[in-house]
């Protein structure tokens, strides 16, 4: 990620996904877990950001439904 600013996250589980260890704006994470194992899951969240066209400024951009 080039930029961690916004709604953006990564996290990792060990436990099949069933409970996970989350860090929020940052590209890492780490942490403890109770019952270690040899499968690690990763989950990233993402946003995105467009330019306003007359504020210059950078605005969400919102999502269509489907």
């Keep these: 990620m080039s930029s961690i600013a916004g ?6 589980s060990n ?3 069933a ?4 860090a929020s704006n940052t590209e890492s994470v780490e942490g403890m877990v109770a019952n270690p194992s040899q499968e690690i899951r ?19 951009v919102r999502r269509r439904p489907l």
């Excluded at 409970?19 to 989350?22: K, R």
């Excluded at 990763?42 to 969400?60: F, H, I, Q």
């Design 15 to 17: 436990e099949g996904g």
């Design 42 to 60: 990763a989950r990233v969240t993402l946003s995105r950001y467009s330019m306003d066209a007359g504020t210059g400024r950078r605005r969400p």
């Design 19 to 22: 409970s996970w260890i989350e």
């Design 7 to 12: 709604n953006k996250a990564v996290a990792i």
